[in-house]
T-cell receptor, first 111, second 118 residues
Framework: DAKTTQPPSMDCAEGRAANLPCNHS???????VYWYRQIHSQGPQYIIH???NNETNEMASLIITEDRKSSTLILPHATLRDTAVYYC????????????FGTGTRLKVLA | GAVVSQHPSRVICKSGTSVKIECRSL??????MFWYRQFPKQSLMLMAT?????????EQGVEKDKFLINHASLTLSTLTVTSAHPEDSSFYIC??????????????FGPGTRLTVL
């Protein structure tokens, strides 16, 4: 079973920040939080990942709570091309490295 | 960098035939590849983990004799759907685990293969 829960859908106005929450209350100390997105009929695209600290790259920022039980993916200036299903995944730092996908959040960016 | 390709992108076949799907890491070596299946409006479901030079590890409920996986080199894994039936129609996606910096990190995904069994 997936170890993450996300809201099924969200809307965001174009140009505004999109904040996508993820709950991973059973996460253990040796598990990373990964975010991917999937645009219709394509393979998932890597966005960002983190262990304890907040992370930022050219695509997004990842905010992880101090107790690590939840996180938020932030797209600072959403565009229409950011419309996709966003998946939050927890993954062990060693071993099989396999992902178990949850249901994800369907983000719709509105013009 | 870290590009994964799949071939074919789309295949239509008759019931009872076998279909082979290739997954290649184009610019890196992948000791581990993964195969997923995705039905319409559903999430990705992990089918199996494929390690180069060894037998694949299948997830619970996935028939290993139905979905044959071969990982003969560090850049190629194949999934063969044997005796395909209409219920096997799905979107099949592979991924490869890539090394970034000093540790192996995220998976990079292929574009997927849409299989339709008539």
């Amino acid at each position: 079973d997936a170890k993450t829960t996300q809201p099924p859908s969200m809307d965001c106005a174009e140009g505004r920040a999109a904040n996508l929450p993820c709950n991973h209350s059973t996460i253990s100390g040796n598990e990373y939080v990964y975010w991917y997105r999937q645009i219709h009929s394509q393979g998932p695209q890597y966005i960002i990942h983190g262990l304890k600290n907040n992370e930022t790259n050219e695509m997004a920022s990842l905010i992880i709570t101090e107790d690590r039980k939840s996180s938020t993916l932030i797209l600072p200036h959403a565009t229409l091309r950011d419309t996709a299903v966003y998946y939050c995944i927890v993954r062990l730092t060693s071993g099989t490295y396999k992902y178990i996908f949850g249901t994800g959040t369907r983000l719709k960016v509105l013009a | 960098g870290a590009v994964v390709s799949q071939h074919p992108s789309r295949v239509i076949c008759k019931s009872g035939t076998s279909v082979k799907i290739e997954c290649r890491s184009l610019d890196f070596q992948a000791t581990t590849m993964f195969w997923y299946r995705q039905f319409p409006k559903q999430s990705l479901m992990l089918m199996a983990t494929s390690n180069e030079g060894s037998k694949a590890t299948y997830e619970q409920g996935v028939e290993k004799d139905k979905f044959l996986i071969n990982h003969a080199s560090l850049t190629l894994s194949t999934l063969t759907v044997t005796s395909a039936h209409p219920e096997d129609s799905s979107f099949y996606i592979c991924s490869a685990r890539a090394r970034l910096g000093n540790s192996y990190n995220e998976q990079f995904f292929g574009p997927g293969t849409r299989l339709t069994v008539l």
